[in-house]
Nanobody
Framework: QVQLVESGGGLVQPGGSLRLSCVVSGITFSPHAMEWYRQAPGSQRELVAR???????NYDDSVKGRFTISRDNAKNTVYLQMNSLKPEDTAVYYC???????WGQGTQVTVSS
């Protein structure tokens, strides 16, 4: 069974930075594309960033140039570096293996002064 554990969220002021981590177990990590999603209150869950098994990346337009997705296959971990954070980035952030419908508990990111 696939398990995902997200961490690294918190409260940050506008313009600040956070680095989210997601440790994956239960699969052979390296070949799989990984994704970060977020869900704000009252909104649908949306895809933020994707990284392939070969580390090619894609981003939603709302985070392009501010967020960076990366992976460490030796640690079965995917990261989301978030810079220049805005209040509209406030959400619960989740990671996901692209081809499996398993979700972790998420990590809360709150951007507020």
């Amino acid at each position: 069974q696939v398990q995902l554990v997200e961490s690294g969220g918190g409260l940050v002021q506008p313009g600040g930075s956070l680095r989210l981590s997601c440790v994956v177990s239960g699969i052979t990590f390296s070949p799989h594309a990984m994704e970060w999603y977020r869900q704000a209150p009252g909104s649908q869950r949306e895809l933020v960033a994707r990284i392939s098994g070969r580390s090619s990346t894609n981003y939603d337009d709302s985070v392009k140039g501010r967020f960076t997705i990366s992976r460490d296959n030796a640690k079965n971990t995917v990261y989301l570096q978030m810079n220049s954070l805005k209040p509209e980035d406030t959400a619960v952030y989740y990671c996901k293996v692209r081809i499996y419908n398993y979700w972790g508990q998420g990590t809360q990111v709150t951007v507020s002064s």
